[in-house]
Each structure stands twice: as C-alpha cells, then as structure tokens.
C-alpha cells in the first residue's frame, strides 16, 4: 500500500519536533539535526520536517512506494501527465536510498515519488542530482520549470552526479 509523503522546512527543528510528536501523539521514527521524520500508519504518511536553509512551509509533496510494482504504476501516471519529469536512480536524499521521479504541477508545487532501498548517514546533498545546471541530460525548459523541485534535496549545477535520461 502507498504512503502519502509531506516534507514541510521549518525554522526551529526541537520547537516543531515537539508540536509535531504532540499532534501525532507519537516520536519521530527518525531524528537527525537538521530532519526528522515520522511513518505514521494513521493516516498513512510519511510526514520530514528540516532545517536545510529552505523558506518555512510545504517544500514538497509526495507518494512512497512499498514496492518496485507500485513504483512502476507511479511512473506510468506520471508519463500520462504530459509535464516534465526527472529520474533519479539509486539516490541518497533525506538521509535515506531511494529510487525517485520529481515532477511539478501547473501551480509549481513539486512532487516526488519514490521507493526507499535503505537508509544512509548523509542527507543527500553530495549526491543530489544536476538537475538545475545546463548540459546535463534534460532539456532546459524542464530545468527552469522543475528548479524548485532540484531546490529541494540541495540540487544545482555543482552537483556531481548528472540524472539519468528515461528509457
């Protein structure tokens, strides 16, 4: 069954920890300096919270997947949704491993749709993929409309890894 993901940048990570764990009546299932997140089972979500020098509020959507199947499905809807979408295969993002697409909406929101592999001890950003730098392997009018979303794991045009085009 898929999660429902929000990824929310806060000011004060211990002041939000705290009313977060007050609201779901339960702890973060994991807690980092700059990120803690909860896998909640009702409702079904993974809701992180950080603190990465992002403007407080809704960073990005999203929907987990359990398992490659489900992530198969996502990624069918996505193609049918004529927007620009980037893949990021074998990823480290929000100190986890993923596989993942980002895609935004008409009104910019982005949206991240992923399956976790494990878990890692980094957040992400040595690995994040260019999705913001010219030359890489997208078009450029997907850069400027997905720069939010390359934003949002520390993206940008001096990221060492490059994505990898879909087949």
Same mark, same amino acid.
């Given at each position: 069954?898929?999660?429902f993901?929000?990824h929310? /940048?806060?000011?004060n990570?211990?002041e ?12 973060p299932? $994991?807690v980092?300096p ?13 809701f992180?919270?950080?603190?990465r020098?992002?403007?407080a509020g ?15 499905? $996502? ?8 927007r620009?979408v980037?893949?990021?295969t ?7 491993q /993923?596989?993942k ?9 982005a949206?991240?749709t992923?399956?976790?592999h ?6 992400g ?5 260019a999705?913001a730098?010219a030359?890489c ?5 997907m ?11 520390g993206?940008g ?6 994505c990898?085009?879909?087949?």
């Amino acid at each position: 069954m898929k999660r429902f993901h929000v990824h929310v /940048s806060v000011e004060n990570l211990t002041e939000s920890i705290r009313f977060y764990s007050t609201l779901f009546a339960i702890e973060p299932t $994991i807690v980092k300096p700059d990120y803690a997140k909860w896998m909640l089972d009702d409702p079904r979500v993974n809701f992180a919270i950080s603190k990465r020098g992002h403007a407080a509020g809704v960073e990005h959507l999203g929907i987990q997947a359990e398992n490659e199947d489900e992530l198969a499905e $996502i990624y069918g809807r996505l193609e049918q949704a004529e927007r620009p979408v980037i893949e990021e295969t074998a990823t480290v993002c929000c100190y986890a491993q /993923s596989d993942k697409q980002w895609i935004a909406d008409p009104q910019g929101v982005a949206w991240e749709t992923f399956l976790t592999h494990g878990e890692s001890t980094v957040y992400g950003q040595e690995r994040a993929t260019a999705l913001a730098g010219a030359g890489c392997c997208e078009p450029a009018s997907m850069t400027k409309e997905l720069a939010p979303v390359a934003a949002s794991c520390g993206c940008g045009p001096k990221a060492d890894v490059c994505c990898e085009p879909r087949s």
